[in-house]
């Protein structure tokens, strides 16, 4: 939980509403210290329950940097302590000096006054809250969790309230931008939630958790589309990269490169698929931008299969009129016919226009997959290391049986110009 165990006001081990000259005193104590090799009795390090924290000299004074501005100061001071009133000096005091959890929750409960926002509520609702997040290690209590973060949400989200907050933090109000306020503190939420339930759908467990507010589950959703619309774009931009170097190339390179050509398809498939999965869950796979993605994405690997496979048929072909039986052999479009079934597979229910491009090329080249088999087969079945001729000859000079010449033929028309 960086945002608890690493806050800056429990590096300086203070409460979030000192005073500038309380914070300079604690960073010098804690120097002081350091400079002996030894650490600092800080009353508000809050471990446990929280983890052990290992401080440098740089690790203080960045604290103090990380709380500079106001801004700053009050996302941090959101998820730790402040003393607003005398209910929560008590129970900062049992918290503090008892370690005792249960004392202190109890008391800022009793603070809070049956979770009714206040003037003289609102500092022990968000001790509470801090608290629950704090000891979650220890409860493993998800809707404790949950709620702890709504309630700071309530807090931040009741403009009155929160100018009382600033106040508390800052001495002054009116000075922080609301909106940019709420929505740094849903970024803080959702890498909170990733570090917790790291194997879970952050961004499910965030509608989750805001699901009685509808505008902003709105605005959350408009959060993960452009997010993963962003990070999809990005996958594609590197994917680029990669392919404009190999088209580059000469084609005898291209050749050689095929193997790693159609695994970066590969990659980019795997590398999008989970996001595009979230996408199409969150905006229907009839949305324009679902859709494009989709068509972007497959029309990079159908790029992938078309540069490599017309520079190999340009080679073949020559081979087969040369009668050259290794270079036949050795060839095989089974990548290609593999790659883009399972592609086709993929955008059997989407509408996106490399549909019918993808599923021709598909038709095409495994056809022509087929053809080579053939050949090879013949090719296997001509040769002899010890041959007796009787009669008329089937075979070329070189080996090649006669049947080779006519699928050269049919190669000379597979050119693909949708790539």
């Known amino acids: 939980m960086e945002i ?45 329950p929280l983890n052990n924290l290992e401080r440098t000299s740089e690790i203080v004074k960045n604290a103090k940097r990380r709380i500079h501005d106001d801004f700053d100061k009050l996302s941090h001071s959101i998820f730790w302590f402040v003393n607003g009133s005398l209910i929560d000096k008590i129970a900062l005091d049992k918290l503090s000096s008892e370690k005792n959890i249960e004392k202190a929750s109890d008391s800022f409960k009793k603070g809070s006054r049956n979770f009714v926002f206040s003037k003289t509520s609102f500092s022990s ?61 849903l970024e803080n939420v959702k890498n909170l939630l990733k570090e917790i339930f790291p194997r879970k759908d952050q961004n499910k467990l965030l509608l989750d958790v805001f699901s009685d507010d509808k505008s902003l589950c709105e605005e959350i959703e408009n959060q993960i589309t452009s997010s993963l619309v962003k990070s999809i774009n990005e ?55 679902f859709s494009n993605l989709v068509n972007e994405l497959y029309s990079r690997v159908n790029a992938s299969v078309i540069i490599c496979f017309n520079k190999e048929m340009e080679i073949l072909e020559s081979a087969i009129e040369s009668g050259i039986k290794s270079t036949i052999s050795n060839t095989s479009f089974a990548s290609y016919v593999k790659i883009l079934s399972e592609a086709s597979k993929a955008i059997t229910t989407i509408n996106c226009t490399i549909k ?64």
């Open 125 to 185: 609702i968000l001790n509470f809250s801090t608290l629950e997040i704090v000891s979650y290690s220890s409860h493993k209590d998800e809707e404790r969790l949950m709620n702890a973060i709504k309630y700071k949400y309530e807090l931040i989200k009741d403009k009155l309230i929160f100018k009382e907050f600033e106040r508390l933090i800052t001495s002054t109000s009116n000075k922080i931008n609301h909106e940019s306020y709420i929505s740094k503190y």
């Open 4 to 48: 608890v165990e690493n806050n800056p006001f429990r590096i300086l081990g203070i409460l979030s509403n000192s005073s500038a000259k309380e914070t300079k005193e604690s960073e010098i104590f804690i120097l002081r210290y350091l400079d002996i090799g030894k650490s600092a009795n800080l009353k508000f390090d809050i471990t446990p």
């Open 235 to 289: 996958k594609f931009a590197l994917f680029d990269s990669i392919f404009d170097i190999h088209s580059e190339k000469t084609d005898t390179q291209i050749i050689k490169s095929k193997a790693k050509i159609v695994s970066q398809a590969n990659k980019l498939i795997t590398d999008t698929t989970s996001e595009l999965n979230t996408l199409k869950r969150s905006v229907g796979k009839d949305n324009y931008q």
């Open 356 to 419: 019918s491009t993808l599923n021709e090329n598909l038709k095409v080249i495994r056809n022509v997959n087929g053809q080579l088999l053939e050949i090879k087969r013949n090719i296997k079945s001509s040769y002899n290391p010890r041959p007796t001729y009787s009669g008329g000859s089937s075979s070329t000079d070189e080996g090649v049986p006669v049947g080779v010449w006519i699928f050269g033929i049919i190669i000379a028309f597979i050119i693909f110009s949708n790539c």
